[in-house]
């Protein structure tokens, strides 16, 4: 079984930073991606920033240049450091991890996992 445990959100001012973690608990063998989705009251769940294995990243064109995703794969964690929070910023941020591979007694396998989400709330 794995586990994303996420941490550092939080209240804060428009124009503030906050720093999003997530680490990935389990017998792990590899993990292909990580990233964070956010869920807005009234709106769908969106990507945010992911990045792979390799070190790509990819941003909604709504957080460029404010949030850098950011990962340390021998711990099997994934950071994001959100600058210059906005309003609209003010959601459910959601830990993914995409192809892991787990070791189960003599074999492996494979799955995604979501953590159990963070608040974060930007006020005016």
């Known amino acids: 079984q794995v586990q994303l445990v996420e941490s550092g959100g939080g209240l804060v001012k428009a124009g503030a930073f906050l720093r999003l973690s997530c680490a990935a608990f389990g017998n792990i063998f590899s993990i292909t991606g990580m990233g964070w989705y956010r869920h807005a009251p009234g709106k769908q769940r969106e990507l945010v920033a992911t990045?792979?294995?390799?070190?790509?990243?990819n941003y909604a064109d709504s957080v460029k240049r404010r949030f850098t995703i950011s990962r340390d794969a021998a711990q099997n964690t994934v950071y994001m450091q959100m600058d210059s929070l906005k309003l609209e910023d003010t959601a459910v941020y959601y830990c993914n991890a995409e192809g892991v591979t787990t070791i189960q007694g003599t074999g492996v396998m494979k799955g995604d996992y979501w953590g159990r989400g963070t608040q974060v709330t930007v006020s005016s």
């Open positions: 990045i792979t294995i390799g070190g790509n990243k």
